[in-house]
C-alpha cells in the first residue's frame, strides 16, 4: 500500500466514520427518553444543592 492509497483510505473511511458518529451523538441527544436528564444538567448549576463553599 502506498502513502496515497493510505491516505486516500484513511480521508474516506474516516470521513464516514465522522459522520456515522456525528450521526448516533445527535440521535442520542434528541432520544425523547434523556429530555429528564439533559433538563436536569441544564439546571444543575443554578440549583441550590446546600452545598456552602463560604
Not at 496515497?4 to 480521508?11: I, L, P, Y
Not at 458518529?21 to 441550590?48: E, H, T, V
Request: negative net charge; proline residues 4%.
Amino acid at each position: 500500500m502506498t502513502y496515497e492509497q493510505a491516505t486516500h483510505f484513511a480521508q474516506t473511511w474516516g470521513l464516514a466514520l465522522l459522520a456515522v458518529c456525528f450521526g448516533l451523538a445527535l440521535i442520542y441527544a434528541l432520544w425523547p427518553g434523556n429530555k429528564m436528564k439533559f433538563d436536569q444538567a441544564a439546571r444543575s448549576p443554578l440549583d441550590d444543592g446546600g452545598d456552602d463553599n463560604g
